[in-house]
């Protein structure tokens, strides 16, 4: 089992409100670049996809059961396929979205007792939680070139240290692929 994280991010590490959504004054950053960088599989998910899980927060989750079922696309359809798991203290209500469920009890002891790879997009204090544990395996980023200068960031300042390994970087569209590896 491994811990994925797979983010839409600027270069100068804000995750917050790529699609706009959340209504922030510079919301929406990552779909200036244009349908090509977001669209489809751009993590390269793949297999992991079909036989791990995904992990959202409340918010993340609410967001995509809002967009996702109602797409067909071959994404799509493999995206609305697999387990998802949601954290939420207030949610109470899965059924939006097929193959939902709420997390039960401790989210680090979840994630821990999980025996497939665990996918976690968005979701920003989920993250925060799993790295402050320790248990990113992974880290898959979608780099578009502007800066906010304002924002919540994947890795923040108090944040725990990690060494990790450049797997590969490729190019989508106006954005970049990075994928980042627990290094040793």
């Not at 995750?15 to 244009?34: E, H, I, K, Y």
């Not at 493999?78 to 387990?83: D, E, F, W």
């Not at 989920?126 to 248990?135: F, I």
């Amino acid at each position: 089992m491994s811990v994925v994280v797979i983010e839409f991010i600027t270069l100068d590490g804000v995750v917050s409100d790529p699609d706009g959504s959340g209504g922030t004054p510079l919301g929406g950053w990552a779909f200036r670049f244009g349908r090509e960088a977001v669209a489809g599989d751009k993590f390269r998910l793949g297999s992991t996809l079909d036989e791990g899980v995904m992990l959202f927060g409340r918010e993340t989750w609410q967001l995509f059961s809002r967009l996702w079922p109602g797409r067909d696309d071959q994404f799509a359809v493999r995206l609305n396929a697999v387990p998802k798991l949601v954290a939420s203290r207030t949610l109470t209500d899965t059924s939006a979205w097929a193959n939902s469920r709420l997390l039960e009890g401790d989210l680090v002891d979840a994630v821990k007792r999980e025996q497939r790879d665990v996918i976690v997009t968005g979701s920003l204090s989920v993250v925060h939680r799993l790295m402050a544990e320790d248990l990113v395996d992974e880290y898959r980023l979608l780099t578009f070139p502007t800066v906010l200068g304002t924002g919540r960031r994947l890795f923040p300042a108090e944040g725990p240290h990690a060494d990790l390994e450049c797997r590969s970087v490729r190019r989508i569209g106006a954005a970049v692929l990075s994928t980042y590896r627990r290094a040793g």
